[in-house]
Each structure stands twice: as C-alpha cells, then as structure tokens.
C-alpha cells in the first residue's frame, strides 16, 4: 500500500469521525430550552462552551 492510498484511506476516516461527532454533538443540544433567556451547549472541542443569549432585537 503506497503513501497515497494511506493518506486517502485517512482522510476519509477523518471525514467519517467527523460526522459523527458532528451529528451527535447537535443531538445534544436542548431544543426545549431555546424559548428561555439563556443556556450553554458543551463543544466536541477541548474545553469548549458556547453560549446562547436570546435577547429581543432593538428598534430603529
């Protein structure tokens, strides 16, 4: 197996590993808390929080 075919064969790993981080990650998030105020969603990255602020738009 030559370098070339490794790295094809590792980059769709990657890709596969991915989506599913992906697809999980987004499953989690808690749809029934989106009308509150604020809440956070844990990131697949190291040490990653995001926040969501819902706050009514300001007029002109």
Do not use: C, N, T, Y
Not at 16 to 44: D, K, M, N
Request: avoid cysteine; hydrophobic fraction near 55%; proline fraction near 8%.
């Amino acid at each position: 197996m030559s370098a070339l075919e490794r790295a094809i064969r590792g980059a769709g790993l990657l890709v596969a590993v991915a989506l599913v981080v992906s697809h999980v990650w987004f499953q989690l998030i808690p749809l029934e808390q989106v009308s509150s105020g604020s809440w956070s969603v844990f990131s697949p990255f190291p040490l990653g929080v995001i926040d969501v602020v819902i706050e009514p738009m300001a007029g002109p």
